[in-house]
């Protein structure tokens, strides 16, 4: 019975040790039902920190919520490459104006590169068959200065002169132009062009070099003798054609100059912002009515 007298009581003080830590912990949890009830906020439960209370929030690099067609760079780039897409990109109408006036252009261009190419081949042709076939069954086609020459001299004349085979003798007609060219080039080595000095002698073999390398060789000779009418006709194509890769020329540098506009307005929006850029005049509110020139933009 003694043994059973000693393990009531340590029986007893587990139970009151057990009781204690409870009704401890009651009151705080008492205390947030009044507090909720009354509108004010819940006390944390045990075991939830400040930091699940309100997360970390992510950092988001500068720029990366941007959108890149709203980026500073972009829309003057974009003009320069595409008249108006800047502006359009920054909803601006003008935008339109700078890519219809592209389109056109463009188009003017194309159309003036294409005629020029039409009437060149006209008057290629043209030479060929009056004035050139005669002289070489095989067409080949000259450089540009070729046909300009031609629609100045009547005939090319010959490129050696010397009926001797293996001989060589320059054109001595000066209408013809070969013949002009003989006639530059011994002005231009010869002490008297009437007085020719021997084939070996070097003012000679310079001078002969000096038409040897400007004068037409027989697979490009011509002539427009009985011909007259066919070459005014010539002369005429060859100036349309003239005009008209002048005017793709042209249109060419307008294109150049529309892409550098729109670029200069796109770089200008871009440095102003989006916001008002045009100067306005404010009155300021003192007895002098000082005028104020006012102008308005975001960076």
């Known amino acids: 019975m003694r043994g059973v007298a000693v393990a009531a009581p340590l029986v007893l003080a587990s139970l009151v040790a057990a009781a204690v830590p409870a009704r401890a912990q009651a009151p705080d949890t008492e205390a947030a039902a009044r507090g909720a009830e009354f509108g004010a906020p819940a006390a944390p439960l045990p075991g939830h920190g400040a930091a699940e209370r309100a997360p970390t929030p992510t950092v988001v690099p500068e720029g990366a919520a941007v959108p890149i067609w709203r980026r500073p760079w972009v829309r003057p780039l974009a003009s ?9 990109l920054a909803q601006r109408d003008r935008g339109a104006v700078y890519l219809a006036v592209e389109v056109w252009f463009v188009a003017r261009a194309l159309a003036w590169g294409q005629q ?3 009437l060149r081949s006209q008057f290629q042709t043209l030479a060929f068959d009056v004035a050139r076939q005669p002289f070489t069954p095989t067409r080949i086609d000259g450089p540009w200065d070729y046909y300009e020459t ?23 007609d000066t209408l013809t132009f070969n013949g002009a ?6 002005r231009n080595y010869f002490t008297d062009t009437d007085s020719i000095p021997p084939v070996n002698d070097p003012r000679y ?3 002969l070099a000096f038409y040897r390398q400007r004068a037409f060789p027989d697979a490009f000779r011509w002539s427009w003798k009985d011909a007259r009418l066919e070459m005014d006709v010539y002369r005429q194509t060859i ?6 890769y002048r005017a793709a020329t042209n249109y060419l540098g307008a294109i150049l100059a529309n892409h550098l506009s729109s670029f200069v307005d796109a770089f200008i929006m871009a440095r102003l912002g ?16 000082t005028l104020l020139l006012v102008w308005e933009h975001q960076f």
């Not at 490459?81 to 359009?88: A, E, H, K």
């Not at 989006?274 to 306005?280: A, C, D, E, I, T």
């Open 239 to 244: 100036h349309d054609s003239d005009n008209a």
């Open 116 to 118: 020029g190419r039409q």
């Open 274 to 289: 989006r916001g008002g850029v045009m100067p306005h005049v404010q009155v300021l509110g003192d007895p002098n009515s």
């Open 80 to 88: 320069l490459l595409f008249p108006g897409s800047g502006q359009l």
């Open 181 to 186: 060219m003989w006639l530059l080039a011994r």
């Open 150 to 172: 031609m629609s100045h001299f009547v005939e090319s004349g010959a490129y050696n002169a010397s009926a001797v085979p293996g001989a060589f003798a320059p054109e001595t």
């Open 205 to 207: 073999q310079a001078a």
